[in-house]
């Protein structure tokens, strides 16, 4: 081996690429916490590649601050759960109140709506 070649690279590989530190960032800042009422739950369904998918509707009311006075927020999200989440919220009761976390998504690549997926959830205590 060349003195200063480090094994497992070809002499004309390119070293590797790193991402910048903002780009790892950005990973990381697209999260949602939202705790709210599991309002409808489609049947367990299975991906093309054999993985658990389910599809859901969430409602979620509260009071937030917005530049200085109380706003009402009432809305209605979609969501989507692959895996073992998606097992898990199948069995989830509609009705009741969880705290869900996840990020948003296009729901495909030709739609702008966008779609909750889920990472977590659990029973809400509020």
């Known amino acids: ?7 497992g690279r070809s002499p004309r590989s390119p070293p590797p690429r790193r991402r910048p530190e903002a ?7 697209n999260r949602v916490v939202l705790v709210g009422t599991l309002i409808e739950r489609k049947e367990l369904r299975h ?17 937030q601050d917005e530049a200085g006075l109380k706003r009402q927020v009432n809305l209605e ?31 495909s690549r030709m739609s702008r709506q966008l779609i909750l997926h889920l990472n977590r959830f659990e029973l809400s205590e509020d």
């Open 47 to 63: 991906t093309p590649a054999g993985m658990p998918a389910l599809d859901a509707r969430i409602a979620h009311a509260s009071e």
């Open 23 to 29: 780009a790892r960032q950005r990973v990381d800042r």
């Open 77 to 107: 999200v979609e969501a989507v759960a692959l895996g073992e989440i998606a097992e898990r919220l199948s069995r989830a009761e509609p009705g009741r109140s969880y705290r869900f976390e996840g990020f948003l998504a296009q729901r």
């Open 1 to 7: 081996m060349a003195p200063g070649r480090k094994p």
